[in-house]
């Protein structure tokens, strides 16, 4: 590996959940894409500035309002205001889209306490509202008149005049859409939703590390049963099966470079862009012994990997017009999703300590224009079990035929695959597939017919580090390495349309070449990065500056770091921790961080001259383990963030933490003890009643 020849391109996620609802706070629309800021104002419905709503989809409520024909003007106007929470920046979670379709958001009732994200006023019964001046006003084609069953009675007649034909109590009314925000989410009070933005959030005082391991990986995932152990991969093209000690116990990371769980360096083209690059394990591997492995071949060396090239006819590209990059041919080099098993190796998946590195099947292949920005990774989306795939655009000087913009084009996007029904080779051919999965029925495509129906999103140069929020999973970040200016983190959401190469971060961008078709600025509504930081933060040398996109914090063992977002450069001179204010608004503000190794680390961690930063060489990526303890994958080895106070660092959630643990379980053995003690009881019972019986 030759780290130092990225110079714009980085080398190298098991839930946490606190309540059951799946969260969809930050700012989406009903059809889970991102809200937008409309050029003229709304006419009908009141929402200004970040809205879910059109001018055409304005006119289809105002027309929805006027069909009900309700003549009392206090209940039209909280009929109105129902109809356009469509509109709000926060509807999808109103609506709660991921129960299913609902006619009516979810109304703030009596019930909504202080643990919800919105301000008091909202906590007005507002579903009580509604109810009262409403309950005796003839309507037709009211919202009211469907609902989720079991919510709201059966289906009624659209021409229902009245509330209290359906419902014959305001309890049984409010049951239906009502909502109680006990769990934090939102509901609606009338009003365009606003959060709690009362109190400002504290900074960290520094990041504590521990040094765990020597080993350079560019890939770290959970094993998918629970346990401590977790898979390490290298560029070169091997992957082991490794265990994580328990924090604080002293001890590293126990894993056998000679016997790795998997070893196709033969089929790897290894190079300073070129690996293994990513890996994910099929959500049931437990059971059917799935995983998935991406990395780059050579079909010049083996031309079994070979597939279509990226750059074609579908994208307005010609190949053989494709200069030559570093001494290759175009498209000599491929990008591929491989699926293995262990099944071979042993009856019960969890217990396997070995695969077979015999390809099950080929999910996919495509040919790469240029020698760098491949991006890699792939990881499955907790929600919907779906494998999303980062690519990047392909590479060249400013992704010169525009392939991130291009929606024909799978370059420079964020891939949405189903591989869990897979097609037979005549449906492959026949649908234009790039190997075997199949697509996902509600992937964008369905609503923009131009783009391909793999697209789930779109405009990024080089996406380098994804990882769903283990405690609410609709929030999937994003790092997106810049050009020479700007480095950004991302909130993704369905069709969304990141901007390069029009914009490198939030600042546009003029292209140095294009041969291919330019995107104009005015043709496209970006969606802006939520954190990010320009290259004179890290080092003013141009384009010396490359992101590394990490993980939500979710582990008890930092408090203070407990719900921040954790990135890197990879250059590993400096870390950040996203803080979201207010909560679930999508609003971002980054600490740089002071970031020290704890003196009595397990493994000796040398410190950068001059500072306490740990000397990290490159941070390739971040791993999570299933105890949602985090680590830093460097080239120096593998880093664990542990207890503030390990390294002087003050956090006085810490300390509240330490002063209101509970009580410890008993031992096994005072367990054991006492099981003993009520059987000997038993017995000594069922004795003396067997003699009185016997008498």
């Given at each position: 590996?030759a ?97 299913g ?80 925000s ?32 020597n ?9 998918p049963d ?24 002293g ?47 050579d ?24 200069p ?64 999303y795939?980062?690519?990047?655009d392909?590479?060249?000087d ?28 005549t ?53 997106d ?31 140095l ?129 542990v ?53």
């Amino acid at each position: 590996m030759a780290p130092v020849a990225f110079r714009t391109f980085p080398f190298f996620l098991s839930c946490l959940l606190l309540c059951p609802h799946s969260f969809l706070s930050h700012p989406l629309c009903t059809d889970s894409r991102a809200p937008f800021t409309l050029k003229s104002p709304l006419k009908f419905c009141p929402y200004s500035g970040s809205v879910c709503c059109n001018a055409t989809q304005d006119e289809q409520l105002q027309k929805l309002y006027q069909a009900t024909n309700i003549s009392d003007p206090d209940c039209a106007s909280i009929v109105k205001s129902i109809l356009c929470a469509r509109c709000d920046q926060f509807s999808a979670e109103l609506f709660r889209v991921t129960s299913g379709p609902r006619s009516v958001p979810v109304l703030c009732n009596s019930s909504v306490t202080a643990n919800s994200s919105q301000p008091q006023q909202a906590r007005d019964n507002f579903c009580s509202r509604a109810w009262d001046l409403c309950q005796n006003v003839s309507m037709l084609n009211s919202p009211f008149s469907t609902s989720l069953e079991g919510q709201g009675g059966s289906r009624v007649d659209a021409n229902f005049t009245k509330l209290t034909v359906t419902w014959q109590s305001k309890t049984e009314f409010c049951n239906a859409f009502g909502g109680e925000s006990a769990d934090g989410s939102l509901c609606f009070d009338g009003e365009p939703v606003t959060l709690n933005s009362s109190g400002t959030p504290s900074s960290p005082s520094g990041l504590c590390l521990e040094k765990i391991s020597n080993g350079s990986y560019l890939c770290m995932v959970a094993h998918p049963d629970g346990s401590n152990r977790a898979f390490f991969a290298n560029q070169k093209g091997k992957i082991w099966l490794g265990t994580i000690p328990k924090e604080g116990s002293g001890g590293v990371i126990e894993l056998d470079e000679s016997s790795p769980f998997l070893d196709i360096s033969d089929e790897v083209h290894y190079d300073s862009e070129f690996g293994l690059l990513g890996m994910a394990v099929h959500p049931k591997f437990t059971e059917n012994g799935r995983f998935f492995v991406s990395f780059n071949c050579d079909k010049v060396k083996r031309p079994a990997c070979s597939g279509r090239c990226s750059c074609n006819s579908d994208d307005s590209c010609d190949p053989s017009k494709l200069p030559a990059d570093a001494g290759s041919s175009p498209c000599q080099y491929q990008s591929v999703i491989a699926e293995f098993t262990v099944n071979d190796t042993t009856s019960q998946p969890n217990l396997a300590t070995s695969a077979n590195p015999v390809e099950v099947r080929r999910i996919f292949t495509m040919g790469l224009p240029f020698t760098n920005h491949h991006g890699g990774q792939i990881l499955f989306g907790p929600a919907d079990g779906y494998l999303y795939f980062m690519m990047g655009d392909g590479g060249g000087d400013d992704d010169p035929y525009n392939f991130a913009q291009n929606k024909k084009s799978l370059l420079g996007k964020i891939l949405r695959l189903d591989i869990d029904n897979i097609p037979s080779a005549t449906e492959e051919s026949t649908l234009g597939l790039w190997g075997s999965y199949s697509i996902p029925k509600d992937n964008p495509y369905t609503e923009d017919k131009e783009l391909q129906p793999e697209i789930w999103a779109f405009g990024f140069r080089n996406p380098w580090r994804c990882s769903f929020d283990s405690k609410r999973p609709s929030y999937f970040l994003c790092a997106d390495v810049g050009k020479d200016r700007y480095e950004e983190v991302d909130i993704i959401t369905k069709g969304g349309n990141y901007g390069w190469r029009i914009y490198e971060g939030p600042y546009i961008n003029t292209p140095l070449v294009s041969p291919g078709v330019n995107t104009s600025l005015n043709s496209i509504n970006p969606i802006f990065p939520v954190m990010g930081y320009n290259h004179s933060a890290v080092n003013n040398t141009e384009g010396s500056a490359s992101i590394t996109g990490g993980y939500f914090y979710r582990s008890s063992t930092d408090p203070c770091m407990y719900g921040r977002y954790l990135f890197a450069d990879l250059f590993g001179g400096a870390v950040w921790a996203g803080t979201e204010f207010p909560e679930d608004s999508g609003n971002f503000t980054t600490n740089l961080l002071s970031v020290s190794c704890a003196s009595d680390s397990p493994m000796e961690c040398i410190s950068t001259p001059g500072s306490s930063l740990p000397a990290f060489g490159y941070i390739f990526s971040f791993g999570e383990d299933n105890s949602k303890d985090v680590c830093f994958l460097a080239s120096s080895g593998v880093y664990r963030v542990v207890p503030p106070s390990r390294c002087k660092y003050t956090c006085s959630k810490e300390i509240e933490t330490n002063v209101s643990a509970p009580t410890p379980p008993p031992s096994h053995a005072r367990q054991l003890n006492k099981h003993l003690f009520e059987t000997l009881i038993f017995v000594l019972t069922f004795s003396v009643l067997l003699r009185l019986y016997s008498a």
